[in-house]
């Protein structure tokens, strides 16, 4: 039972594929051979994760390894403090990792909830409802509007079936269904018109149907299984630091070594030697950086939240900040997902209306004569009591009189969102149905159907009885005789339906949804009377309208150096109107690729095209997970934005996938690494900005941690080298490790971002953590830090002031000159002299609390004891000061010639 040539067969055929009788349904015995054979009707859940085993390989990783055998070092040196916070950050950065991969592991679950709890079906001639579960291939299903169905049909009978499938499909607009049968065994799947799907909900009409799959065999379930094979991949900055731990630890061993074996070499005690050799490996390897990392992306997280993004992955952020790629979905992600009245066309002029949403407040352009008994009036009249759809806020139903009122209330509407948009079109006009059935009463029906393409009512008031009509404007014309026109009504002659023809192929050019509106005074209320000898009133041409932040972020994102590529299920004329007033495209010969065309296309041939391409239009699930795929393949980094089911496996493949908050389903959601709560999708570039901004705090004091530690290493490896005493002694080394690599070079990690971040292009994917001259920067800074340290300590020795005063010295220098160290990580390009050290009021206390934690150790006598430290005079505290402050003012210095000689040579 293959499921792609359902649609190509009839109704009698599939019957009798499936060896059912369709007035009877299955016998219990057959139900359960098939539910034996088939299983039940549920999607395949991927064998858990043992929790357990699931928090201790969070232990794994190579950098929570050095961590570890900080741990244990500190601990020989019986620095106890120091052990228990390195434990404390092992153990923080564990259950963060436990939390974030347990939370994924919920996607199967929350795609079960989409399927139906119980189903209405025909079996042994009797209708019963049964748990949905217990479905088989072969089962009549009768189901009606607002069910959700609960496995994949072919309709056999429909009577105006109309069904929701933008969750699978991306399709903005609902369905028309039909039991015919279609020729093209090739048909995409959201042209499967007498096909149902498993999650989809029916929106009008009922109908009976053969279940023609269940449970992982479903086009739902297809999406479940490319979930379950998504594999997760490390981030960037995962990949940075690995490769970061792994080079600090090899370069602190071979140092640590060399140390121990000089010192020993030179009359040193060995015991000595291991102790000041392991203190320094401690001080070379940054066992900080980890937990600095976590609380920037922590912190980036709060922020991201004020601007209505919420991070589900702390890495996500840093990721987005290196895309180059933004796939989205179009449908409630780059457009509002309501339908919106844009044009309206009656005695020959066209009005543009204005307004975003279903939120009734607009005017109309272009019309200057608009009276209570104009034609418009009348059009507007037709669409809203031709009509069965309800504005509402809150969820309550509003009438015209509660217009005005709770206006800090969303509007939204009840029923067809087609139906809906002439609903709110009308209010813009002032007219409301709840108010013209104060003197008018609703006596029939004629509901629409596919073979019509039209629906009509009937009203009757005190004047008789009239039919309203709205429906294909080629069908509604073809029934037309005559026009309503200012003067009253008159006949519509040939030339006057070219007119209205060019008009409605002008709106349909525009990828506008053109619905007709007619009406007709009746006699009686016999149907036959009713669709006939109809009086055209005019045109309505509406669209799912872009959101207006869209536009301005996309423009954002190119200007970031990051291409936004729209994937949607929805027609590529749609897609490519679109796309041209979002700005992803220009010209109209700009191409759109269809799932269609995707699906003649070898990988090769994708891979050629895939970036010259900014839309793809009427795709499957699998097509969007197959971009996704290709453009990584590529090299780019590539996040996908999406709200429905058939979203979930791209945004999951996608280095981030970012999930809208209120129309996102939950499988989207917990398939994702980000959710924009509000679903703006200009909070994705807020995220971009946040991501870089991390990203550059990362760069700034790893630079300064490892700017640091170089000048730690270098004082006591050249120390050691020349002869000199031991500059630092262990607990010292211990100590400046502390003192710096705490508070102030966390404070860097909640630094503002700079303002030409967002002008910058991405970084590129293989990128260094040491790129763009960071390690040019780090290995200067600590060259001056660590010769500044032993100028210090050798002035020292040379002046006379002995050994314990002369290690004070170059201990406090080397103290000093990495907190002037840290105004200079700032910023990459600018020196100590441009940038606003004020700006970061964190910093600042830092770097006081820091000196005043140096001043207790030298000054107060218990300190003294225990650092063997002694009490600096003013000439001494001079050349401290001098030696620890003076290379980064003159860095400063040459940084502000450099950009000054730069910016007059660019101006010229």
Known sequence: MERQVWHILSGEEICRTLNVNPEKGLGEKEVERRLSHFGQNVLAEKKGVNPVFLFLGQFKDFMVMVLMVATLISGLLGEVADAITILAIIFLNAVLGFVQEYKAERSMESLRSLTAPEALVVREGLDIRIPAADLVPGDILILEAGD?????????????????????????????????????????????????????????????????????????????????????????????????????????????????????????????????????????????????????????????????????????????????????????????????????????????????????????IGEADFREKSVFHALFRGAVLCNNAFLSRKGIKVAGIFRGRNKSTAWGIEGDPTEGALLVAG?????????????????????????????????????????????????????????????????????????IIKANDAMAGQALRVLAVAERKLTDLQEESVEKELVFV??????????????????????????????????????????????????????????????????????????????????????????????????????MTGDGVNDAPAVKEADIGVAMGIAGTDVTKEASSMIISDDNFAAIVAAVEEGRGIYDNIRKFI???????????????????????????????????????????????????????MRRPPRRTDESVFARGLGRKIVINGTMIGFGTLF???????????????????????????????????????????????????????????SLMQLAVIYLPLMQEIFQTTALNSWQWLIVLLAAGGPTMVLGVLRLVRNVVYSREQYV
Not at 177 to 191: F, I, N, Y
Request: some cysteine; aromatic content about 6%.
């Open 703 to 757: 630079r300064y941690l490892l700017s640091c530690n170089l000048g730690e290493v270098l004082t006591m490896f050249i120390g050691t080298l020349v002869g000199l005493p031991l500059p630092l002694l262990p607990i010292q080394i211990l100590w400046v490790n502390l003192v710096t690599d705490g508070l102030p070079a966390m404070a860097l990690g909640v630094d503002r971002a700079e303002p030409d971040i």
């Open 148 to 364: 959700r169905l609960p496995a994949d049909i072919r309709w056999l009978k429909t009577a105006n079936i109309r069904v929701d499938e933008a969750a699978l499909t991306g399709e903005s607009q609902a369905v028309n269904k039909t039991s015919r049968s279609l020729e093209d065994e090739l048909t995409p799947m959201a042209d499967r018109r007498n096909m149902g799907y498993m999650g989809t909900v029916i929106v009008s009409g009922h109908g009976t149907g053969a279940v023609v799959a269940t449970g992982m065999k479903t086009e739902m379930g297809d999406i479940a299984g490319m979930i379950q094979n998504v594999k997760d991949e490390e981030t960037p900055l995962q990949k940075r630091l690995d490769q970061l731990g792994k080079w600090l630890v090899t370069i602190s061993l071979a140092v640590c070594i060399i140390v121990v074996i000089t010192g020993t070499l030179q009359g040193e005690s060995f015991s000595k030697m291991f102790f000041a050799g392991v203190s320094l490996a401690v001080a070379a390897i940054p066992e900080g950086l980890p937990a600095i990392v976590t609380v920037s992306l922590a912190l980036g997280v709060q922020r991201m939240v004020k601007r209505k993004a919420i991070i589900r992955k702390l890495p996500a952020v840093e990721t987005l900040g290196c895309a180059t790629i933004i796939c989205s979905d179009k449908t409630g992600t780059l457009t509002q997902n309501q339908m919106t009245v844009r044009q309206v066309y009656c005695e020959g002029k066209t009005v543009t209306v204005t307004g975003n949403g279903y939120d009734p407040k607009g005017d109309f």
């Open 427 to 499: 209010a813009k006009a002032g007219i409301w149905r709840e108010t013209i059935e104060r003197k008018e009463e609703r006596v029939g029906e004629i509901p629409f159907d596919s073979e019509r393409k039209m629906m009509s009512v009937i009203y009757k008031n005190k004047e008789g009885l009239k039919a309203y009509v709205k429906g294909a404007p080629d069908s509604i014309l073809r029934l037309c005789t005559a026009e309503l026109t200012r003067e009253g009504v008159i006949e519509l002659t040939p030339q006057r339906i070219k007119e």
């Open 792 to 850: 210090v300590f050798i002035f020292g020795l040379w002046s006379g002031c002995g050994l314990p005063t002369a290690r004070t010295m170059a201990f406090t220098t080397l103290v000093m000159a990495q907190l002037f160290q840290v105004f200079d990580c700032k910023s990459e390009t600018k020196g100590i002299f441009e940038i606003n050290i004020f700006s970061n009021l964190f910093l600042i206390a830092a770097v006081l609390i820091s």
């Open 538 to 639: 005019g045109l309505l041409g509406m669209i799912d309208p872009p959101r207006p932040s869209a536009v301005k972020a996309i423009k954002i994102c190119r200007q970031a150096g990051i291409k936004p590529v729209m994937i949607t299920g929805d027609h590529k004329l749609t897609a490519q109107a679109v796309a041209r007033e979002l700005g992803m495209i220009k010209g109209r010969n700009q191409r759109v690729v269809t799932g269609q065309e995707l699906d003649k296309m070898s990988e090769e041939e994708l891979g050629r095209i895939i970036l010259d391409i900014s839309v793809f239009a009427r795709v499957a699930p699998k097509d969007k997970l197959r971009i996704v795929t290709a453009l990584k393949k590529k090299g780019e980094i590539v996040a």
